[in-house]
């Protein structure tokens, strides 16, 4: 399969969260609402987050991966953030997510970021290879920290 990679528009923000619900559903989540969807695509417009999508001849996206930037202090410097790349089952196979990988890589490198990180979920281990295969590291030392819901409430409640 033949597919162009390249910025999100406004335009594509349907089927990006068509395959956001496709993400979902292999991860076994339950995925974005219609509320969901409207924050994404304004949030999208703010410019909080950005997009790569991977483009059929006939149109239709069969990939995508949504990113940010964080900051690096002791680098002094920018780190791209994946937080999203899915492939769907049908272009999965033809390089699709090397190439996606390989754009955001080279994002970084235009954006003059110290690193390029994202996590991947400990029983994917099919991702975990395909990672290592593209030079990453797996970082088994550090661990992801979250606050969410009532709990953050409760917390910024505490400011």
Known sequence: MSTVIRPATP???PAIVALVRGLAEFEKLPGPDAGAEARFAADFARGRFHALVG???DGALHAYALYFFTYSTFEARPSL???DLFVTPAARGDGLGGR???SL???AVRSECARFEWTVLDWNVRAQKFYRELGADLLDEW???RVTGDRLVRLAALA
Request: with cysteine; hydrophobic share 50%; proline share 0%.
């Open 11 to 13: 335009h594509d923000l």
């Open 55 to 57: 483009e059929a001849a």
């Open 81 to 83: 953030y994946l937080e």
């Open 100 to 102: 996606m990988m390989r």
């Open 105 to 107: 890589a080279a994002e």
């Open 143 to 145: 661990r992801v920290c």
